[in-house]
């Protein structure tokens, strides 16, 4: 597979020193099982590390490129700018998708195509990049395909619950109650799914992969049903 990749870096802007970083950044779990592969074998570990800097590298984009913002407001773009959508439409751009280690059933489903695995993949390659070439290798590369996103960013400037709870406070009704209706995946990658209760409106899940990711994708689920925020403009 290490012959295959150099599209790949040349699409990356990187000649990787260590190939074995890449190649475990695009080894997802049914892959793992499947070749009786160890788990630190799968993409999973350089997906938490390249989430966590492609969050820096972004946030101190926004701080160089909106001078005057205040910190909810570059809060929020951060927020719709590192969530899984944006690494998956990255990754198609960039052709990701060809080089992911599937399992059989994950290709015969489709995993290629896939958000969820794109854009898990996508924070790996950043993951990958940062640990062979330093931040500098990965901030150039997050800055080569961030950047016009971030300038053309067109998502709600405050946050789902935020703008939920003023948003009921103005109708005269109570403040939602979140809670957690299930958890599952192991610690380093859990999955919640919670629940908000909006007097008078039926309950509306969220799920992500933390509390306050599910919360505010429920609170976003309910401002999108009561055409508060539309399709269009809205940002997990």
């Avoid at 070439?133 to 400037?157: H, S, Y």
Wanted: some cysteine; aromatic content about 6%; proline content about 3%.
């Amino acid at each position: 597979m290490t012959d295959a990749l150099q599209p790949l870096e040349d699409r990356l802007g990187h000649k990787f020193k260590t190939r074995g970083h890449l190649v475990r950044a695009l080894t997802h779990a049914s892959a793992v099982a499947e070749d009786h592969l160890t788990p630190s074998e799968s993409y999973q570990r350089l997906e938490f590390l390249g989430d966590r800097v492609l969050a820096l590298v972004i946030a101190d984009m926004l701080i160089d490129a909106f001078p005057n913002a205040e910190e909810g407001e570059l809060a929020r773009r951060l927020t719709g700018l590192v969530r899984n959508e944006s690494c998956a439409e990255v990754a198609v751009e960039i052709g990701l998708g060809n080089w992911i280690r599937l399992g059989g059933g994950e290709v015969q489903s489709g995993g290629r195509r896939k958000a969820a695995i794109l854009g898990d993949v996508c924070e790996a390659v950043i993951g990958a990049l940062f640990v062979d070439g330093g931040l500098p290798v990965a901030q150039r590369f997050i800055e080569d395909n961030w950047r016009k996103r971030m300038l053309n960013w067109t998502g709600p400037l405050r946050d789902a619950k935020t703008t939920l709870q003023e948003w009921v406070q103005g109708r005269g009704l109570s403040t939602p109650k979140y809670e957690i209706v299930e958890r599952s995946g192991p610690d380093h990658a859990p999955h919640f799914v919670v629940e908000v209760r909006v007097e008078g409106m039926m309950s509306v899940t969220g799920t992500g992969r933390s509390k306050r990711e599910a919360e505010q994708k429920a609170a976003s689920a309910v401002l999108l049903a009561e055409g508060v925020w539309r399709q269009e403009t809205h940002a997990d």
